[in-house]
T-cell receptor
């Protein structure tokens, strides 16, 4: 596999379910990201991890719980979601975070997980 | 504050027509980077181009060209002789300093055969 992969591609869950989204990058990158893409809204950055450590939580509700066991894998654990959480969840990775020796932040994206909360 | 505006929500063109996607950005930083990404129906965002704020030279890559105008804070994207495979949602994004990417709301392009 190459690039950034995400599983599952589609997920339907009830509000009381617990599920997890998985992201894996095969690019040797150090930073990984979760985004939420809702219709007619800009991509919303949710979480940022750098070398497995969370560096940013963009005021995301606690019903979304990220986990980054290593630089290649990123999970998003879902619990008691609401219908308005239905969206496309995109994972991305970049070589490093922007700043210092890496002035720009070119991110590579996975295909996303289309989540529907009933 | 950083902001990216893509005023065109949806555009439809007939195959072989040229089309320009507009992007206007706001930032007080003097150093920044601008990006365009393509999101085909498969979902993933595909990187198309990166420009830094000090390089206003326009760029052409095949049928794609980009017009960066600092005076109007615009970074427009033109597809020449459009093809059905160009149908996708296109996102403009801005990055300043050590911040992350700020995306516009995207423009859905439909190329009609």
């Amino acid at each position: 596999e190459t690039g950034v992969t995400q599983t599952p591609r589609h997920l339907v869950m009830g509000m009381t379910n617990k599920k997890s989204l998985k992201c894996e990058q095969h690019l040797g990158h150090n930073a990984m990201y979760w985004y939420k893409q809702s219709a007619k809204k800009p991509l919303e950055l949710m979480f940022v991890y750098n070398f497995k450590e969370q560096t940013e939580n963009n005021s995301v509700p606690s019903r979304f719980s990220p986990e980054c066991p290593n630089s290649s894998h990123l999970f998003l654990h879902l619990h008691t979601l609401q219908p308005e959480d239905s969206a496309l969840y995109l994972c991305a990775s970049s070589q490093d975070l922007a700043g210092g020796a890496t002035p720009y932040n070119e991110q590579f994206f996975g295909p996303g997980t289309r989540l529907t909360v009933l | 504050a950083q902001k990216v505006t893509q005023a065109q929500t949806e555009i439809s063109v007939v195959e072989k027509e040229d089309v320009t996607l507009d992007c206007v950005y706001e930032t007080r930083d003097t150093t920044y980077y601008l990006f365009w990404y393509k999101q085909p129906p498969s979902g993933e965002l595909v990187f198309l181009i990166r420009r830094n704020s000090f390089d206003e030279q326009n760029e052409i890559s095949g049928r794609y060209s980009w017009n960066f105008q600092k005076s109007t804070s615009s970074f427009n994207f033109t597809i020449t002789a459009s093809q059905v495979v160009d149908s996708a949602v296109y996102f403009c994004a801005l990055q300043t300093g050590a911040n992350n990417l700020f995306f516009g709301t995207g423009t859905r392009l439909t190329v009609i055969p």
